[in-house]
């Protein structure tokens, strides 16, 4: 098993060019998770998914949206990229079962120019 | 709302003493689960523990012990015999039950252990 795996790990953007960070998991997860981490904040939520087709915001959902077609794949997009959203992106999936503990990816290192 | 306080931005031991990462949390859930997560310095996420709230026994897994205090709503974790290699940043989380299940992070203790 693979776990959670992000796509890209690393990515340089210029202010208002746009992309798409991928999350693919292979535990048959219902849940599936956004974060970011900055210094000094922890990770907060961005958006997550309940289920193949269900998404809803977290604590700082401005400025990104997300969309789960395949149970097994989240996605992260940034319309348009401003140099705030500088971050390392942390995707994570779940079992729905109450208490079931996540499963984080490697993340994903964004900075935006 | 849920909210997880760690208060200790920083801490530093020297090698073999002992110490303790503090963790208090918020939820107006009756079931809640919180965990500890340590972050080494290659940066990816390492599980140690989960604790649902029914269960207020403590645990003590090697070096790691968790206690777990439902009257002042804190969850703290004690290194003991501290080494090198527990030098990260270690995250405390609380995770909601029922309906959509948010999982909500501190935002952290770094732990730089001196040799």
């Known amino acids: 098993n693979a776990g959670v795996t992000q796509t890209p790990k690393f990515r340089v953007l210029k202010t208002g060019q746009s992309m798409t960070l991928l999350c693919a998991q292979d535990m048959n997860h219902e849940y599936m998770y956004w974060y970011r981490q900055d210094p000094g904040m922890g990770l907060r939520l961005i958006h997550y998914?309940?289920?193949?087709?269900?998404?809803a915001k977290g604590e700082v959902p401005d400025g990104y949206n997300v969309s789960r077609l395949k149970k097994q794949n989240f996605l992260l997009g940034l319309e348009s990229a401003a140099p705030s959203q500088t971050s390392v992106y942390f995707c994570?999936?779940?079992?729905?079962?109450?208490?079931?503990?996540?499963?984080f990816g490697p993340g994903t290192r964004l900075t935006v120019l | 709302a849920q909210k997880v306080t760690q208060a200790q931005t920083e801490i530093s031991v020297v090698e073999k003493e002992d110490v303790t990462l503090d963790c208090v949390y918020e939820t107006r859930d009756t079931t809640y689960y919180l965990f500890w997560y340590k972050q080494p310095p290659s940066g990816e996420l390492v599980f140690l523990i989960r604790?649902?709230?029914?269960?207020?026994q403590n645990e003590i897994s090697g070096r790691y012990s968790w206690n777990f205090q439902k009257s002042t709503s804190s969850f703290n974790f004690t290194i003991t015999a501290s080494q090198v290699v527990d030098s990260a940043v270690y995250f405390c989380?609380?995770?909601?039950?029922?309906?959509?299940?948010?999982?909500?992070f501190g935002t952290g203790t770094k732990l730089q252990v001196i040799p």
């Open positions: 989380a609380l995770r909601n039950s029922g309906g959509y299940q948010k999982v909500t």
């Open positions: 994570a999936s779940s079992y729905l079962t109450s208490g079931r503990r996540v499963f």
């Open positions: 604790r649902n709230s029914f269960d207020e």
């Open positions: 998914s309940v289920g193949e087709g269900t998404t």
